[in-house]
C-alpha cells in the first residue's frame, strides 16, 4: 500500500509540473506598440504604485534601466535617422538608460532579444549613446508612458520626462 501511495503521490507532483509549466507566461505589466511615422516603440508599461522611480529601488541612479517592464524596449526606424543627433542606420534596436538627477544617457542596443535586466551583459553591442535632459513634471506620470510624435522619441513615469529628439 505504501509503495501505490508513493506512486500516486509522485504522479500528482509531476502531473501538476507538467500543467503548471503548459500555462502561457502572461508579463506581469502591460504592453504598448507606439507607432510613429518612421518609427515603432514595443514596450512593456509598468505602474508607479506608490514607488519612488529614478534614483529609488526601480531605476537607481548611475544604473541601466531597461525602460519598461520584462523585455527590454524595441525600436525599429523603417529608414536611417539621427537619434540625439547621431547617425542610427535603419532596423530594430533594444532602448536603454543610464538615469541621474539631471541627465541621462540613452543606449540603443543592437541585440533585440536579451531579458530585459541583461543589458550590461551585451554592452559590446551598444549602437548609439546620447546624453539628454531631464524635464521635472509637476504632476507624476502613473504608468510608464512612451511616445514617437514631432520628432522625439519620450519617455515620462513618475516625476520625470526625457525626449530624445529623431531625425528622418
Aim: hydrophobic letters at 35%; glycine letters at 8%.
Amino acid at each position: 500500500m505504501r509503495v501505490r501511495n508513493a506512486i500516486l503521490c509522485l504522479f500528482a507532483i509531476l502531473f501538476s509540473a507538467t500543467i503548471s509549466y503548459a500555462q502561457p507566461s502572461h508579463p506581469k505589466s502591460p504592453h504598448d506598440t507606439v507607432k510613429g511615422k518612421d518609427i515603432t516603440i514595443y514596450y512593456g508599461r509598468p505602474y508607479k504604485k506608490g514607488r519612488d522611480i529614478f534614483g529609488g529601488s526601480v531605476a537607481p541612479y548611475g544604473k541601466t534601466y531597461r525602460c519598461g517592464a520584462d523585455e527590454p524596449t524595441i525600436v525599429t526606424f523603417n529608414k536611417d535617422v539621427t537619434f540625439g543627433g547621431k547617425a542610427v542606420k535603419a532596423g530594430k534596436y533594444s532602448f536603454f538608460a543610464v538615469p541621474e538627477k539631471d541627465k541621462w544617457t540613452v543606449i540603443l542596443n543592437s541585440n533585440t532579444t536579451m531579458w530585459g535586466t541583461d543589458h550590461d551583459k551585451h554592452a559590446d553591442q551598444d549602437v548609439v549613446k546620447v546624453d539628454v535632459p531631464v524635464k521635472n513634471l509637476s504632476t507624476p506620470v502613473e504608468q510608464l508612458t512612451m511616445t514617437a510624435k514631432g520628432g522625439d522619441i519620450t519617455l515620462a513615469w513618475d516625476k520625470v520626462m526625457i525626449a530624445v529628439p529623431v531625425k528622418m
